[in-house]
C-alpha cells in the first residue's frame, strides 16, 4: 500500500510540474520551451573548457570557430583563435600569448569575449603575429597570470 501512495504522490506531482504552460495552467500554451531553457544557436563550434580553436573567423554573437584547423601556411590571414575557460572569470584583464620554443612574444588584451565582466569565451585575431613555421603554443592568461586556456598551432613554410 505505501508503494501505491508513493506512486500516486509522484505522478501527482509530475502532473503538477508539466503543466507549467504560462497560462495558468490551462494547457492553452504554443508549445515552444522557455528562453531561458533553450541552449544559444551557435554558428561555428565552440572549444572544450580548458582548450581553444583555431580558424578563420568566429561568430560575434556567440564566438563560434569557422574554418577550424590545427596548421596553416605561413602568412595564412586571417587566422583567428577561440578559448574556453572551465569556469566564467573576469574579463576585464585577460590576455593571449603566443610562444615558440621556449619565447613568447609579449601578452596582449584579446579582442573580444562572451561578457563585458564575466566571461568564460575568449578570441583574438592572430593575423597580425606573422608567425613563423613551427609549432606555436597559444595561451589565454587571467588576470592573475594564469593560463586558463591553451592549444597548439603548426605553421608550414
Request: glycine share 16%; charged share 10%; proline share 6%.
Amino acid at each position: 500500500m505505501p508503494r501505491l501512495l508513493m506512486v500516486t504522490v509522484l505522478a501527482v506531482l509530475l502532473a503538477a510540474c508539466g503543466s507549467g504552460s504560462g497560462d495558468g495552467g490551462n494547457g492553452g500554451g504554443s508549445g515552444q520551451a522557455s528562453a531561458s531553457l533553450e541552449a544559444p544557436s551557435v554558428i561555428g563550434e565552440l572549444p572544450g573548457p580548458g582548450n581553444v580553436l583555431f580558424g578563420t573567423s568566429w561568430d560575434q554573437a556567440t564566438l563560434g570557430i569557422t574554418g577550424k584547423t590545427t596548421s596553416v601556411k605561413q602568412g595564412t590571414a586571417p587566422l583567428v583563435v577561440v578559448g574556453r575557460t572551465f569556469t566564467a572569470i573576469t574579463a576585464p584583464g585577460v590576455k593571449v600569448q603566443v610562444g615558440q620554443g621556449g619565447s613568447a612574444k609579449p601578452a596582449r588584451a584579446v579582442d573580444a569575449s562572451d561578457s563585458a565582466d564575466t566571461a568564460q569565451l575568449f578570441a583574438s585575431d592572430l593575423s597580425k603575429d606573422n608567425l613563423a613555421p613551427g609549432t606555436w603554443i597559444v595561451q589565454f592568461l587571467g588576470s592573475s597570470g594564469r593560463v586558463v586556456a591553451s592549444g597548439y598551432l603548426v605553421v608550414t613554410p
